[in-house]
Nanobody, 127 residues
Framework: QVQLVESGGGSVQAGGSLRLSCAAS????????MGWFRQAPGKEREGVAR????????NYADSVKGRFTISRDNAKSTLYLQMNSLKPEDTAMYYC????????????????????WGQGTQVTVSS
């Protein structure tokens, strides 16, 4: 049974940093592409970042490019999202997701390309 458990969310002031983690279990983590998504109240879900199997290829939404970094530790079956220079508009519930067959290729940030989802961790950025 695939499980994805996010942690690391919290409240921070604008300009601050947070590091999100996603612990994966129940499947071969190293063979899945992974992504981070977010959803703010009243807004559509947004793809934030994606990382390919080996971690060699990544993609980011324009809104976070240069501020967020996605990474993975296949030995620990853990996905990370380092978030720097946080802005109030980054406030949202953040979810990690797994793309079982990497059918989203190297770069997809479409939610429909992902098969499994975590429960989310809340990030709140105050001005």
């Amino acid at each position: 049974q695939v499980q994805l458990v996010e942690s690391g969310g919290g409240s921070v002031q604008a300009g601050g940093s947070l590091r999100l983690s996603c612990a994966a279990s129940g499947y071969s983590f190293s063979s899945y592409c992974m992504g981070w998504f977010r959803q703010a109240p009243g807004k559509e879900r947004e793809g934030v970042a994606r990382i390919y199997i080996s971690g060699g290829r990544t993609n980011y939404a324009d809104s976070v490019k240069g501020r967020f970094t996605i990474s993975r530790d296949n030995a620990k079956s853990t996905l990370y999202l380092q978030m720097n220079s946080l802005k109030p508009e980054d406030t949202a519930m953040y979810y990690c997701a797994a793309d079982r067959y990497c059918r989203g290729g190297y770069y997809s940030l479409r939610g429909d390309d992902y098969d499994y989802w975590g429960q989310g961790t809340q990030v709140t950025v105050s001005s």
